[in-house]
Nanobody, 121 residues
Framework: EVQLVESGGDLVHPGGSLRLSCAASGFTFSSYAMFWVRQAPGKGLEWVSRINGDGGITSYADSVKGRFTISRDNAKNTLSLQMNSLKAEDTAVYYC??????????????RGQGTQVTVSS
């Protein structure tokens, strides 16, 4: 059974930093691209960042480029998202999602329960 468990969400001031983590189990982690997606209050899902199966290729939404860094540890089956220079508009529930293949160009499917990130003064 695929399981994705996110952690690290919190309330942070604008300009602050957070590091999100996702613990994966139930599948061969290194064989799949992974994604971070988010959903802000009253809005739809937004893709934030993605990484291919071996971690060598990453991609970011324009809204977070230069501020967020995605990474993965295939030995520990974990996915991370380092978020710096946070803005109020980054407030959302952040989900870790499993890609449909090793390449992230094929999109994602299953996602975890999410972790809340609130950026507010």
């Amino acid at each position: 059974e695929v399981q994705l468990v996110e952690s690290g969400g919190d309330l942070v001031h604008p300009g602050g930093s957070l590091r999100l983590s996702c613990a994966a189990s139930g599948f061969t982690f290194s064989s799949y691209a992974m994604f971070w997606v988010r959903q802000a209050p009253g809005k739809g899902l937004e893709w934030v960042s993605r990484i291919n199966g071996d971690g060598g290729i990453t991609s970011y939404a324009d809204s977070v480029k230069g501020r967020f860094t995605i990474s993965r540890d295939n030995a520990k089956n974990t996915l991370s998202l380092q978020m710096n220079s946070l803005k109020a508009e980054d407030t959302a529930v952040y989900y870790c999602a499993k890609g449909l293949s090793r390449s992230y160009f094929n999109g994602y499917g299953y996602r975890g329960q999410g972790t809340q990130v609130t950026v507010s003064s």
